[in-house]
């Protein structure tokens, strides 16, 4: 078979749309070397998983990727990612607390958080001591969460019985589309007209009508928006059930997505914190804060 | 802290929410655990390190069918984990 042939009847290679950004970060301007306590959150996500470093209580670095066939391998490769790039060694962190789905399965935790306490710690670290309502959409389900001051959850309420706004919903929906995950928040915009959302709440009831309303001459884009706006409207509604106070901040995946941030905060009359963190590590950071201030207490007691 | 458990899907929104600060020094001898007649609650420590009433997590996808036991329909005037929270730190949602 010559190449002409062998091109023409190759299968030709799946691109994977859904395939978010993964990515690892660390400060440069500090050496973890001269950090008295360091401590490590691991959030393992039922889509993603995120390492954090947190040097004497500040982020020092952090490593994000896409959650594996098991908790304890997804744990390990996420660290492993920031350690290699720093030259860190397990034994050279001094707390290592687990949060998320798979926290109860971090081989090398001291001890387990749900990702609600943490996600509140998180976001009070990110967004300041004025947060007070946080949304996390996260891979596979919903968070709502009022906190105080310090980052302590006060009122909270979780939806994940449905994928109806969550991460993965907007993975099959960029599937669908065949369009980049990172380009579908831009491209809803790209509309003369915003659309009515899809009505559907089920995602997979919504990819038939998202299919039903290209076929009836929908724009690409403009089907992005009417699912984004399906989403928005989704994840008030949650919102609304305990109450949306000033201070309000976005976590997970989703808060990358300006489709779907703006909606949200054109709904609620309020604009989101802003933040120059990687909002998908919010409840690592928030594990690493929590194993930070244990750390303290165990030294106030020694001592 | 407000703790509410549950989901909302296309028929409606089935939440249990518990006040923990209510819940934390009982009055009611954590009456809660044996009013359930599908044993729904369970005592666990919190992230804050308090001994509170939770909805066991395997119950919290399905409330709106383990709870229809203990309503109107089925005979009862009032819920029997509800009333035997005297403190008044167990609520329904619908």
Known sequence: MNAEVAAATATPEKKEFWRWQENTWFDETKNWKDAKIITCGIDVGSVSSQAVLVCDGELYGYNSMRTGNNSPDSAKNALQGIMDKIGMKLEDI?????????????????????????????????????????????????????????????????????????????????????????????????????????????????????????????????????????????????????????????????????????????????????????????????????????????????? | MIANYGYKDGSGEYYISIDTDKCIDCAAERACLTACPKNMFEIITDDYDDEVAWVKKECTRALAYDCAGCKPAAGYTSLPCTSACTPGAIKHSW
């Open chain 1, 94 to 303: 001094h707390y290592v607390v687990g949060t998320g789905y798979g926290r109860v399965n971090v081989p090398f935790a001291h001890k387990a958080i749900t990702e609600i306490a943490c996600h509140a710690r998180g976001a009070n670290y990110m967004g300041g001591s004025k947060v007070r309502t946080i949304l996390d959409m996260g891979g596979q389900d919903c968070k709502a969460i009022h906190c105080d001051e310090k980052g302590k959850v006060t009122n909270f309420l979780m939806n994940d019985k449905c994928a109806a706004g969550t991460g993965r919903g907007m993975e099959v929906i960029s599937d669908l589309m065949q369009i980049p995950i990172a380009e579908l928040g831009p491209r809803s915009f790209d509309v003369d007209v915003e659309p009515e959302a899809v009505s559907s709440i089920c995602v997979v009831f919504a990819k038939s009508e998202a299919l039903g309303l290209l076929k009836a001459g929908y724009t690409k884009n403009k089907v992005i928006a009417a699912y984004c706006q399906a989403m928005a409207e989704r994840v008030v509604s949650l919102l609304e059930r305990i109450g949306v106070e000033e201070g309000f901040f976005i976590t997970g995946g989703i808060a990358k997505n300006p489709g779907v941030v703006k909606r949200i905060e054109r709904l609620l009359g309020i604009k989101a914190v802003d933040t120059k963190i990687d909002s998908q590590i919010a409840g690592a950071l928030g594990a690493a804060l929590f194993g930070y201030t244990l750390m303290q207490k165990q030294g106030a007691k020694a001592a």
